[in-house]
């Protein structure tokens, strides 16, 4: 059996679909969380600077969604032809567009401004996004894609949950579709048992 390594910030943030779909899986994994000050040296050891990674048998692994996908294929939840696929890659990456603009605000240093870019996301950006979104739900059977559970699911719910603690409100308050996604998600039953007892963090 290989043996699984996952490397992050001892909260959410990207390394959660992971740990999900990992759950998911059934696959055991050791869950590192460093804290900020032993990031300068950590960082040295990791691929590009960057986290989270995923090491698979020793071998390191990252870049959030290209770990997702893969682990995805190996829970046979990547799509059943590369149409689906196709699609799931392009709603993730849009997602991505998405996650940008909240890792703008989080980089704003001054204070007044950060307040100004946190009322726009909160005013448009979100709703513009949750609301296609959620159509797309909505268009397809209550999943991302033809009706059935997918890691690009499981991605855009993690990290809509990880951003409603960044934004300090429920971003999906308005969106019905992406609600009743997050609470298959949630309730399927090794996904369940991570999330009540994992650790608790604001994002």
């Known amino acids: 059996m290989p043996t699984y390594k996952l490397t992050y910030f001892n909260f959410m943030g990207l ?14 994994f050791e869950d590192v969380r460093i804290e900020r000050s032993d990031w300068p040296q950590v960082k040295e050891a990791m691929p590009f600077g960057k986290v989270p990674v995923l090491e698979i048998d020793g071998k390191k692994i990252h870049q ?11 829970a046979g939840i990547a799509g059943k032809n590369d149409k689906e696929s196709l699609e799931i890659d392009m709603i993730v990456d849009t997602f991505q567009d998405f996650r940008m603009e909240i890792v703008k605000l989080m980089q704003e240093q001054d204070p007044e401004a950060k307040e100004k870019k946190k009322e726009t996301l909160i005013k448009e950006t979100v709703p513009y996004y949750l609301a296609k979104f959620d159509e797309v739900i909505k268009n397809n059977g209550g999943h991302l894609v033809n009706g059935s559970l997918s890691w690009g699911d499981i991605y855009i719910i993690s990290l809509t949950d990880s951003m409603t603690g960044i934004l300090k409100t429920d971003i999906v308050t308005n969106y019905p579709n992406i609600q009743e996604l997050k609470k298959k998600v949630f309730s399927i039953p090794k996904i369940k048992a991570w999330v009540d007892k994992r650790p608790k963090t604001d994002f």
């Open 64 to 74: 959030s969604t290209a770990i997702c996908r893969y682990l995805g294929k190996q």
């Open 15 to 28: 390394a959660e679909p992971i740990r999900l779909i990992l759950k998911y899986m059934g696959q055991e």
